[in-house]
């Protein structure tokens, strides 16, 4: 599984943001809240980075220690905002989890993109990533999220659903501390 470090040897402006230390999240009570384990490149991501956006519209919203009730209710309102687009048949036959098969939040865009893994396979590290466009375009991609953030930036995946010059040629990363 690719793991972190291609996601940093492709954006090198990441390594700016990378903890000297291991944040010592709460993922037990992130686990028993949302209702889920979280795949492991996302956790070794939080263990690292704090949440940050990529080249000004992307943003991967990671939990940070002592704050981790943030992050559930960050959750659960796109999990509420997914939960409504389903009600009114506009999610495309996808739904929140925790029903099977259901989509959980990772990120968002400054556009209104929404970011989701879909929960299939026999654990969390099979999941895939859902890319939900403001445009109505649902595209998904088979892999890891770092799998995606990295072959976004180095252009081995492409920005379905997103605009076609993202990200460009020398990515930014931005954190809020």
Do not use: K
């Amino acid at each position: 599984m690719l793991m972190l470090s291609r996601l940093e040897e492709v954006l090198p402006a990441l390594r700016e943001y990378r903890s000297a230390d291991v944040n010592p999240v709460d993922w037990d009570f992130i686990e028993r809240e949302v209702g889920c384990r979280f795949p492991a490149d996302f956790v070794e991501m939080s263990r690292a980075y704090p949440s940050f956006v990529l080249d000004d519209f992307l943003s991967v919203h990671v939990p940070e220690p002592g704050r981790e009730r943030n992050f559930v209710a960050g959750v659960r309102q796109m999990l509420g905002t997914l939960r409504n687009l389903r009600d009114a048949d506009m999610a495309h036959g996808y739904v929140p989890f925790p029903e099977p098969g259901g989509l959980v939040p990772w990120g968002d865009s400054c556009d209104g993109d929404d970011f989701y893994w879909r929960t299939v396979g026999d654990s969390p590290d099979d999941w895939t990533v859902l890319v939900a466009g403001r445009n109505d375009d649902w595209c998904e991609f088979r892999g890891t999220l770092t799998e995606y953030l990295a072959g976004l930036v180095s252009g081995t995946v492409p920005p379905d659903g997103l605009p076609p010059d993202f990200p460009g040629d020398a990515p930014t990363v931005s954190c809020d501390y």
